[in-house]
């Protein structure tokens, strides 16, 4: 890694590669908060050598996980402040922008609760997987209004987010029915709405998200039960407009199964990827704090908040489109 980069970036960095830091809006935020400690800890000596620490420290920050969009979203958020000529100013538009960075993320979570939640009635039963911010803020605001909300919890394997999803809505006062993963089509005739969140939202309305999600999906088409996507617009993937596509982190195979069981296994070969893309006809409605869209139509709101792309979010700035 880059000298520059400050040793509290570093270790934002190595928790967010090791999942300390997980979920996209909570890498967002903790990549936000590791950007300002750069700048307020930052000794460059003009202000050419700060933008370049910053843009160093955002590298390190973006090269630990690939799929979560959030994360370049983030970034490039909170480097688009840096306006000032001065070490002074930058470090200052760097605060501000980060400080607002966060502010914006918790608000439109809870905006888009109230939104999620309106889809939910008194008496309804939830299926999740993985765990998601955004879309246990849904199950939050129904709660707050009174509802009645059950869960079945998907465990997800291999890192079993499920039990945090679990336990998060334990303390909310919902009733939760933990299930392996491959019992989740026996369950979908028990349940009124699949609500899962995003890592990433394509413009062609595609939804990228923990690794299992796609399969769920087309269960509950097939069983008549909605799927719900929650996804703050932090999730959508500007440069799914201009034609990319997301890259789906595979990871350590360790996760799945431990170098002992391996070798009794004979070492068949092992694959881990951490997340999967369901077509947009297999999604009922994205839920966002600027309210529910169809798939399809998520491309508007993208346009509307974009422009028609961005480059990397360490780009200088000359070589980088304004939204
Ligand atoms: O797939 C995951 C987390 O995967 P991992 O555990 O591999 O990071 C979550 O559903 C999304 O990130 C949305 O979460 P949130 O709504 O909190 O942003």
Redesign the pocket.
């Known amino acids: 890694m880059d000298d520059r980069v400050h040793p509290e970036v570093r270790r934002t960095a190595t928790e967010i590669d090791t ?1 300390e830091i ?7 935020d903790a990549a936000a908060r590791a950007l300002r400690t750069q700048a307020t800890e930052s000794d460059a000596a003009d202000a050419e050598a700060f933008r370049a620490e910053l843009r160093a420290a955002a590298r390190a920050l973006y090269e630990t ?1 690939p ?2 969009v ?1 994360l370049p979203n983030a970034l490039r958020y909170v480097l688009r402040g840096m306006s000032s000529t001065t070490v002074e100013g930058l470090r200052q538009n760097v605060v501000e922008s980060a400080d607002e960075f966060c502010a914006r993320l918790e608000r439109a ?1 809870a905006d888009l609760g109230e939104v999620g939640a309106n889809r939910l009635r008194d008496g309804d039963t939830i299926m999740t ?9 849904c199950v939050e605001a129904a709660v707050e209004q009174g509802k009645h909300i059950e869960a079945v919890v998907k465990e ?1 394997r291999p ?1 079993n ?1 499920g039990h945090i999803t679990a336990k998060r809505l334990d303390e909310l006062g919902v009733p939760v029915t933990l299930i392996v993963d491959s019992a989740a089509r026996r369950y979908l005739n028990d349940v009124d709405h699949v609500l ?4 990433a939202v394509a413009a062609d309305g595609s939804v990228v ?2 690794i299992g ?1 796609s399969g769920l999906a087309v269960n509950a088409r097939d069983r008549g039960t909605p799927i719900m996507v ?3 617009t ?2 959508l993937h500007p440069g799914t407009m201009t034609g990319h596509t997301v890259d789906i ?1 595979m ?1 350590d195979t360790a996760e799945v199964v431990d170098d002992e069981t391996l070798v009794e296994l004979g070492n068949p070969t092992v694959q881990n990827p ?2 999967d893309v369901t077509p947009p006809r297999y999604v009922d409605a994205i839920v966002t704090e600027r309210g529910q869209f169809p798939p399809e139509s998520i491309v508007t709101l993208m346009r509307e908040l974009f422009g028609e792309g961005t480059s990397e979010p360490w780009a200088e700035p000359s070589a980088r489109a304004e939204p």
Do not use: P, Y
């Open positions: 999942m997980r979920g996209a809006a909570t890498i967002a996980r799929t979560a959030s979570q997987h993985c765990h998601s911010t955004d879309a246990l803020a997800t890192r987010q899962v969140g995003a890592d998200n923990k999600t929650a996804a703050q932090l999730k982190e990871r951490a997340f």
